[in-house]
């Protein structure tokens, strides 16, 4: 899952797509190096973003849904508001990726339900800049996944179809460095849970403050990296979600995930 974020302001990337048809181009370069769903966002998430309003939301997202879709490409909508999925759907979408699961805009599971579209259904406890959502577990393994297990099911009970539902254990979200470290450990775990599983590590914060040589401790008071310069770290992530079985991972550079995977696939076709 290629990441197109049509903001000014997200961690990595934002305000280097300014206007629509830049947004399309990237999204079809990274269609170009081996993308096989297109991920069109216009709401950052990072801690102390701005949300937009609706119509900016639609602004933003629709116009490069839409022309993405009519190119062929199979395109998810990466939004937490109903009316937005509703539309993109309209417009070319095949699947929506929300981050709060349905639980920022309870009219989210009837837009899914009604459309039969995957879901991607994300670990959350709110929004970042909520002083709620702060990260506090006592076994973050087994809590995120009640959480997503009890969010699926309240789903299910909203009329979404089970087989819709892609889970994403959200790392970073509510999450410390060490969470989501373990998390990584244990993404069995997660697909034990009997859903496909989308994992976005994607030039995260955590990747950022890596050990400089094998056994050394880790220190997360240390200056992270620059999010660019963390695609080595996030292609190894997408390594071990797809050794662990997981249905896709959410990246910045397709290139060197594709590299990364092409190394796991040629291995394997070479064991026996």
Not at 25 to 43: N, T
Not at 83 to 95: H, I, K, P
Not at 236 to 251: I, K, Q
């Amino acid at each position: 899952m290629g990441i197109v974020n049509v903001t000014p302001d997200s961690f990595s990337d934002g305000g280097r797509l300014p206007d629509a048809r830049a947004a399309v181009e990237h999204g079809r370069r990274l269609a170009a190096e081996g993308a096989d769903l297109l991920d069109v966002g216009g709401e950052s998430t990072r801690p102390g973003s701005t949300r937009p309003d609706e119509a900016e939301e639609m602004d933003r997202v629709l116009p490069v849904v839409a022309e993405l879709a009519s190119l062929g490409h199979v395109v998810s909508v990466d939004t937490m508001r109903a009316s937005v999925a509703r539309a993109a759907l309209e417009a070319g979408a095949a699947v929506v990726n929300d981050v709060s699961g349905g639980l920022a805009d309870e009219r989210m599971a009837g837009v899914v339900a009604a459309s039969g579209a995957p879901f991607v259904v994300m670990h959350w406890r709110g929004l970042l800049s909520d002083p709620h959502a702060r990260p506090h577990y006592d076994d973050v393994v087994a809590e995120v996944c009640a959480e997503l297990a009890d969010r699926a099911a309240t789903l299910s009970g909203q009329g979404v179809d089970p087989a819709q539902i892609v889970l994403d254990p959200g790392l970073g979200f509510s999450k410390d460095a060490a969470h989501n470290w373990t998390l990584l450990a244990h993404l069995d775990r997660v697909l034990d849970l009997g859903h496909p599983v989308l994992l976005g590590a994607s030039r995260k914060r955590f990747l950022g403050r890596l050990p400089a040589r094998p056994g050394a401790p880790l220190d997360e008071d240390a200056p992270a990296s620059r999010p660019a310069d963390r695609d080595v770290a996030t292609a190894a992530t997408s390594l071990l979600a797809t050794r662990a079985g997981c249905w896709a991972v959410r990246v910045h550079d397709v290139a060197s995930t594709r590299d990364a995977l092409a190394v796991h696939e040629m291995t394997e076709r070479h064991r026996g």
